[in-house]
């Protein structure tokens, strides 16, 4: 079984690009699963992006390795040769790298401990749509989402920074096997190509 993952900021284009690919018949190749906040019912219920303490980042982190679990078994039971996914644990700890960064909460490592405790699923190639601040903002004030929520850490420039150092800096090397940065400037449909090429190589 072989895995893909889509990573970036929020509004990059990782679920426009998978909705590209449905429309193409992909989940007749391949096993697709959105990102872990889709797969909680209640807003409510959603870990805060910006915890306010390491304790808080540590449950959060619980949570979504609760969801990377049913992704593993829902994967396998799938038996597709091939693994899409919105965002994956790299995403997890790319937001711890960044919180301690920011407010010294100093968990990452404690989180890639406790990875390894826990099933999961490690891409084989990451795509990383690296899409800069001032885009981002434009996209989500285009989508309607400024008004009811005007601040939005996860587009903040300090977190924003850090998370994308975890993705390509040699610091703090991700777990996924490779990583490959895309520019901002590539449109979705030109990223569908480049996940339909890997999974057409690994399927052939």
């Known amino acids: 079984m072989k895995i893909i993952a889509l990573e970036g900021p929020s509004y990059a284009g990782k679920s426009t690009v998978i909705g590209h690919l449905r429309t193409r018949g992909i989940e007749e ?103 800069p601040a001032e885009e981002l903002a434009l996209r989500r004030k285009a989508a309607g989402h400024t008004a009811a929520e005007s601040e939005y850490f996860l587009h903040e420039p300090a977190f924003l920074a850090h998370a994308r150092d975890y993705f390509v800096s040699a610091g703090q090397p991700p777990v996924s096997r490779e990583v490959t940065v895309i520019p901002a400037d590539t449109n979705p449909d030109a990223v569908a190509h480049a996940v339909e090429a890997l999974v057409t190589y690994w399927t052939r």
Do not use: N, W
């Open 29 to 131: 190749r391949a096993f697709v699963s959105d990102c872990y906040v889709q797969h909680i019912d209640r807003r409510a219920d959603i870990p805060p992006a910006r915890t306010a303490s390491a304790a808080e980042q540590l449950a959060a982190f619980e949570t979504f390795m609760g969801i990377e679990g049913a992704r593993v078994r829902k994967a396998l039971v799938s038996a597709k040769p091939v693994v899409l996914l919105d965002r994956s644990v790299d995403t997890l700890l790319a937001h711890a790298h960044a919180l301690d960064a920011l407010f010294g909460y100093a968990v990452h490592h404690r989180l890639r401990d406790r990875l390894q405790e826990l099933p999961f699923l490690r891409p084989h190639h990451t795509l990383y749509l690296d899409v």
